[in-house]
């Protein structure tokens, strides 16, 4: 498992609540131990507590991305910096389950399960793999989706650094409203020319008569 792939757990968990139109997803343990996906082994360890600490790391997580996108690169790293620092991780090399094609394994970094509970097996990760993100890519690397109310975490992978939406959803969405934006303020310009045009022709009226 690479240790990019680690970054994803930060995005899911940031993601489980929208707070612009009041919805949160993580409410049961079992919508916690979706969090997981296929790591199930830290998953059943979570309990009814695990619902409110993880809501309390989404919290720091959210506000990592927030900082970067403000571009308070400081901030954005003092506050990982501090999740990295209560949540520590033992990575560990690793070659299970992948060969090459004399055999022999195909050696990894992974980071060991031994949490005390769910929160912080998945904390630990989830920070990890922001961290190895953000020094990898760049800070204006996390960002937050434009297309409002949507204020989804993202990872910009994209060779030009131009990601701006968390989906293909929310780009197609703010495209169209940008299109009938423009359309409106062309209607409005049109308008506005032909009663100019109008109030012209009556000056020019009035002032023959």
């Known amino acids: 498992m690479e ?8 995005v899911r968990l940031v993601n489980s609540e929208e707070p612009a139109r009041d919805k949160d997803a993580l409410t049961s343990v079992e919508a916690v131990r979706d969090l997981f996906g ?17 809501r309390s790391v989404r919290a720091r997580l959210r506000a990592v991305f927030e900082a970067a996108d403000t571009g308070d690169e400081r901030l954005a790293v003092d506050l990982l910096n501090s999740l990295l620092l209560e949540f520590p991780v033992s990575p560990q090399i690793s070659g299970h389950d992948k060969r090459d094609d004399d055999g022999s394994p195909l050696w990894h970094m992974h980071l060991a399960d031994h949490p005390s509970n769910a929160t912080a097996g998945y904390a630990a990760i989830a920070a990890m793999g922001l961290a190895f993100h953000l020094t990898e890519y760049g800070v204006d690397r996390l960002g937050l989706c434009e297309a409002a109310p949507c204020r989804n975490a993202y990872l910009d992978t994209s060779t030009n650094r131009s990601r701006r939406y968390c989906s293909d959803r929310c780009a197609t969405r703010a495209n169209v409203a940008a299109y009938r934006a423009r359309k409106r303020l062309e209607a409005d310009r049109s308008a506005n020319t032909g009663r100019a045009a109008e109030s012209a022709q009556r000056a020019s009226a009035n002032g023959e008569r």
């Open 3 to 10: 240790l990019a792939y680690y970054s994803d757990y930060a």
């Open 38 to 54: 296929i790591n199930a082994t830290v998953a059943r360890r979570a309990t009814d507590a695990d619902v409110t600490r993880f």
